[in-house]
């Protein structure tokens, strides 16, 4: 939980300095732009893991619904939102989580649901993956920012090492 903590300053710090040219740039046509990212980044707070961890504190046996969040960012067009509401969002869902995750007591975080392609999938393990998932995403906008500046810069970048 605190380092959920310690990623939202995190997130609030890469999000707020990203420049406007930069929130909808990409690498390759493929890539998610900074855009992309935070929107996922926010449906993911509140549709999967904090929803699953719910749902499994409160009932070891509940079904998970199936969730496909790869297909949302084209699903739910997010190259055409506003960044500063989205960014908004999920700065108050991470806020929201953090308070509802530290006014839990006594709760059985071994409570898994048995999943049928990846067996048990208990609370524990989605707070854990959750706190993976921000560490790939603050990997994903920090590989944006460093790449947009390769791509912009006329200066060498040899100085500051290989990024890889």
């Keep these: ?7 939202y300053k995190i997130f609030k710090r890469l999000l707020k300095s990203s ?3 930069q929130i909808n740039w990409k690498l390759k046509p493929k890539d998610w732009n ?8 926010r449906d993911e707070e509140r549709e999967d893991f904090r929803l699953r961890i719910e749902l499994l504190l409160k ?21 055409l939102q506003d960044f500063k ?15 509802w995750l530290r006014s839990l007591h006594k709760s ?23 706190l993976a998932h921000d560490y790939l995403r ?7 920012k460093y790449s947009y500046l390769k791509t912009h ?11 890889e």
């Design 59 to 79: 009932e070891a046996s509940a079904p998970l619904s199936d969730s496909d969040p790869e297909s949302w960012v084209e699903d739910r067009a997010y190259a």
């Design 108 to 130: 059985n975080w071994d409570n898994a649901y048995i999943h049928p392609k990846y067996g048990a999938m208990s609370a524990r393990m989605f707070l854990v993956n959750c």
């Design 34 to 41: 900074m855009l992309e990212v935070v929107y996922h980044i």
């Design 19 to 21: 420049l406007k040219t």
């Design 153 to 163: 810069t006329k200066k060498s970048m040899k100085y500051a090492g290989d990024w």
């Design 1 to 7: 939980m605190n380092e959920l903590e310690a990623n």
């Design 85 to 99: 509401k989205v960014r908004k969002e999920f700065l108050k869902e991470r806020r929201s989580s953090i308070k």
């Design 138 to 144: 603050i990997r994903q906008m920090i590989k944006l």
